[in-house]
């Protein structure tokens, strides 16, 4: 599993993004998929996760009702679509595949991409 985030960028408060992580390795399908943001400062936190089916999803409270996340496992990738962001949204972006969703959600995953930053102006 190699992930690689792209989609990030300088938005203002109430804009969109769509996020997305590419898996270059063979195995996307089987693994649960998750997001997390670090703000500077802070702790590394959950955003969302979603199973290998796609029949489930998990959010953060903070991000529920705005932010969507989905996968494509015949294009190994998974996305977020954030909408009507926040300057509290402000984050570099990380995705993580792990084959146990306790794991990911406790982020202990062993596959991490590199992160993206989102920086939403008020």
């Known amino acids: 599993v190699q992930l690689v985030e792209s989609g990030g960028g300088l938005v203002q408060a109430g804009d969109s993004l769509r996020l997305s992580c590419a898996d270059s390795g063979r195995i996307f399908s089987s693994y649960v998929m998750g997001w997390f943001r670090q703000a500077p400062g802070k702790e590394r936190e959950f955003v969302a996760a979603i199973n290998w089916s796609g029949g489930w999803t998990y959010y953060a409270d903070s991000v529920k009702g705005r932010f969507t996340i989905s996968r494509d496992n015949a294009d190994n990738t998974v996305y977020l679509q954030m909408n009507n962001l926040k300057p509290a949204d402000t984050a570099v972006y990380l995705c993580?595949?792990?084959?146990?969703?306790?794991?990911?959600?406790?982020?202990?995953?062993?596959?991490w991409g590199q992160g993206i930053q989102v920086t939403v102006s008020s």
């Open positions: 993580a595949a792990e084959k146990n969703r306790e794991l990911l959600i406790s982020q202990r995953s062993d596959h």
